[in-house]
T-cell receptor
Framework: AQSVTQPDIHITVSEGASLELRCNYSYGATPYLFWYVQSPGQGLQLLLKYFSGDTLVQGIKGFEAEFKRSQSSFNLRKPSVHWSDAAEYFCAVGAPYGGSQGNLIFGKGTKLSVKP | EAQVTQNPRYLITVTGKKLTVTCSQNMNHEYMSWYRQDPGLGLRQIYYSMNVEVTDKGDVPEGYKVSRKEKRNFPLILESPSPNQTSLYFC?????????????FGNGTRLTVT
């Protein structure tokens, strides 16, 4: 069965430091991968997505993610974190069409705190 | 503005009192879905709909009902709420159920059942 693992529940980084959030997936075919961000009191917003082609994808707010098939990973990165990046981040993989889990399977999320 | 609108944002109710959380999207999306979010459990899908009059159970459908009479609306109904349904609920929509189709989320409904 398809699954998504985000190994880090909570990460704290200093403002201006680099960030990497980990995501590992289990999927039998070429995955469709997404990163979403949830700011406090808000719904989830799409940061970026990977379907095929270049394995390094750029998203909004200065984020990027790299797909590594050999490691079944899709880690999210940002070179310099801003205080406004404090939020919860969710990795997701596209489920099979018409599957019982609908169209996306989510990881459990990583909460990012930013120190001044 | 393209959006998914949920109402209400906050709801406190008592056990057994029927309630409906509304969800509407203005993007002409075919696919709509309800999730609940609980600490440590992430997002779990309750029900989804691939088009008008087509709905199906997600991972945690017990205690919930949905309907899809019009393309834009997908209300979530709790016929007899219980305290274990206290949660943060999100409605989402996408162009289709195709696995590459990104979801657009509403801002959530925080439900407390006492």
């Amino acid at each position: 069965a398809q699954s998504v693992t985000q190994p880090d529940i909570h990460i704290t980084v200093s403002e201006g430091a680099s960030l990497e959030l980990r995501c590992n997936y289990s999927y039998g075919a070429t995955p469709y991968l997404f990163w979403y961000v949830q700011s406090p009191g808000q719904g989830l917003q799409l940061l970026l997505k990977y379907f095929s082609g270049d394995t390094l994808v750029q998203g909004i707010k200065g984020f990027e993610a790299e797909f590594k098939r050999s490691q079944s990973s899709f880690n999210l990165r940002k070179p310099s974190v801003h205080w406004s990046d404090a939020a919860e981040y969710f990795c997701a993989v596209g489920a099979p069409y018409g599957g019982s889990q609908g169209n996306l399977i989510f990881g459990k999320g990583t909460k990012l705190s930013v120190k001044p | 503005e393209a959006q998914v609108t949920q109402n209400p944002r906050y709801l406190i109710t008592v056990t057994g009192k029927k309630l409906t959380v509304t969800c509407s999207q203005n993007m002409n999306h075919e696919y709509m879905s309800w999730y609940r979010q609980d600490p440590g459990l992430g997002l779990r899908q309750i029900y989804y709909s691939m088009n008008v009059e087509v709905t199906d159970k997600g991972d945690v459908p017990e205690g919930y009902k949905v309907s899809r009479k019009e393309k834009r609306n997908f209300p979530l109904i709790l016929e007899s709420p219980s305290p274990n349904q206290t949660s943060l609920y999100f409605c989402a929509s996408s162009l289709s159920a195709f696995r590459g189709s990104p979801l657009h989320f509403g801002n959530g409904t925080r439900l407390t059942v006492t």
